[in-house]
């Protein structure tokens, strides 16, 4: 078997993949990489998802690449806007030309003595096994599992005579013109679908089975829009993005400290829209708000729905499925044609990596996250993961310079291997994400756990992640650096260029 070798290899051609492909370009230039793609084709989620009106939850001059100016009117855009955005990105940049697709990353060892990882995929339908090495190894494969989203073993699903579709899954052939449909869910992806299904369905219903806070806000930003028209597009992106970041820190800040008052302020805002008792049964959650995800509603399409009685909601538990449609507790039947589940993602560590240190298999939730990137005595490894408050390419550019950084510093110092080393005896285990959403809570064990204190906690904070990761030390005392024996850096059997 042949095996290529590269300096970097990066797993997964999606937006934080193609962000890793850039920045390594640009800090790292003498460095060669290779980008092992899954599926076939660049995207990532916004190639996988083709539900009916797919957005981002986040403004573009946030979820956007720090490098490239988003330069569309909508700051809340639609799927295929971001798929083009990030194809856009590849193609101007040369990194299509790394991409290997239809790889699917498998396992990956690697010896302290060689200074490498050994990285094996499965390569097209005949899932032909393929190796490569490479000094460090840069996972961008997303937080969830590609191949199946989640819905609940409800009960009477087979009785029933209609479709059922989740919208990780959507057929391309789903006729729901003129039909009547349910919607299981009260998440980003239930809101979303119901009032784009709603302008041909002839009714669609949002079964939930509690409230989720949902905030109005303009599909377009008007001060973005006037800033490009009069200034260069890299000055007026980066003003409009600095304005978006801190105006959402400074809301998730007011949310955590007076979680009353701001609970109050979300909710009057969807009360000039649907009236006091409708808000009062369904849009007043139990949880305070951001102990889970806020909803987006670019504006304020759900509402206009609802009113106009295209769409209704329910709030209620499912007894069972029937022919007909859903039997609730209350003893009311749903009827529908379509019924989509919109009920979550599975989640799924690293998309599932078998690892292995010096012949020691990794379990990852009995590692501790450093710095949300890497994981303790895990060398030459680093995951891209986004935060749960803000959007999620605004952690992965640091996380991609921090890469950089720290390759740059090794060769510098002459050094092959950086780890992560937990010495500090009164650091104490938490969870790796401190969220309430469902999706967090049935998979939150399987996942390496973060510290009580710096560098292993994680703050869900930009301002924070900017201090250390972009102007704090490499070398902090915590990261162990080494370098094998001259006789054991021998080359690999082909070099990659």
Avoid at 160 to 166: A, E, K, N, R, T
Avoid at 288 to 310: A, T, Y
Wanted: glycine content about 8%; charged content about 25%; overall charge neutral.
């Amino acid at each position: 078997m042949t095996v290529e070798h590269f300096d970097v290899l990066i797993v997964g051609a999606g937006l934080s993949g193609i962000g890793a492909g850039y920045h390594l370009q640009q800090n790292c230039p003498g460095k060669s990489y290779v980008i092992l793609e899954g599926r076939e084709a660049i995207g990532g989620t916004w190639d996988l998802f083709r539900y009916p009106g797919i957005r981002s939850d986040s403004d573009m001059y946030t979820l956007g690449y720090s490098f490239k100016p988003w330069t569309e009117a909508k700051a809340i855009a639609d799927g295929p806007a971001i798929l083009n955005y990030v194809r856009e990105t590849a193609r101007e940049n040369g990194i299509d030309r790394h991409i290997r697709f239809n790889h699917m990353v498998k396992d990956a060892s690697w010896s302290s003595e060689d200074a490498r990882w050994t990285v094996e995929a499965e390569q097209g339908p005949g899932k032909d096994r393929v190796r490569y090495t490479c000094n460090f190894l840069f996972m961008c494969s997303g937080y969830y599992d590609y191949d199946k989203g989640y819905t609940p073993e409800f009960s009477g699903m087979d009785r029933f005579q209609g479709s059922i579709v989740h919208p990780q899954k959507w057929p391309e052939d789903l006729d729901y013109a003129g039909k009547r449909v349910i919607v299981i869910g009260s998440g980003a992806t239930a809101v979303t679908l119901v009032p784009e299904m709603a302008k041909d369905a002839s009714h669609v219903t949002m079964l939930q089975r509690s409230p989720t806070y949902v905030v109005s806000r303009p599909a377009e930003d008007d001060l973005a829009n006037m800033l490009r028209r009069n200034l260069p597009a890299k000055l007026a992106y980066g003003v409009t993005r600095w304005k978006n970041v801190l105006l959402g820190m400074a809301f998730f800040r007011y949310c955590r400290a007076k979680p009353e008052k701001a609970k109050q302020m979300i909710l009057s805002g969807v009360r000039e829209q649907l009236g006091s008792e409708f808000v009062k049964k369904h849009f007043t959650p139990t949880y305070n708000p951001w102990d889970q995800r806020l909803c987006l509603v670019p504006n304020g399409d759900l509402f206009d729905s609802i009113k106009g009685g295209n769409a209704s909601v329910v709030t209620d538990h499912i007894e069972t499925f029937t022919e007909k449609g859903i039997l609730l507790k209350s003893g009311e039947e749903l009827e529908a044609d379509v019924i989509v589940t919109a009920t979550g993602l599975n989640l799924k560590v690293l998309g599932g990596l078998d690892l292995t240190v010096d012949g020691r298999h990794v379990d990852f939730p009995q590692t501790m996250s450093y710095k949300g990137m890497m994981y303790s005595d895990v060398p030459n490894f680093a995951s891209a993961f986004g935060y749960t408050n803000a959007s999620w390419t605004l952690k992965c550019d640091l996380t991609c310079e921090y890469v950089c950084r720290l390759i740059n510093h090794m060769d510098d110092k002459g050094m092959k291997q950086a780890t992560p080393r937990l010495r500090d005896g009164s650091v104490e285990e938490e969870p790796w994400l401190d969220f309430a959403s469902g999706y967090v809570q049935r998979s939150v064990d399987k996942f390496p756990k973060q510290g009580s204190k710096k560098p292993w906690k994680l703050y869900q904070n930009y301002a924070l992640d900017i201090m250390a990761m972009k102007f704090g030390k490499v070398d902090d005392g915590v990261m162990e650096f080494a370098k094998p024996p001259a006789k054991a850096q021998r080359e690999p059997e082909r070099l990659a260029s």
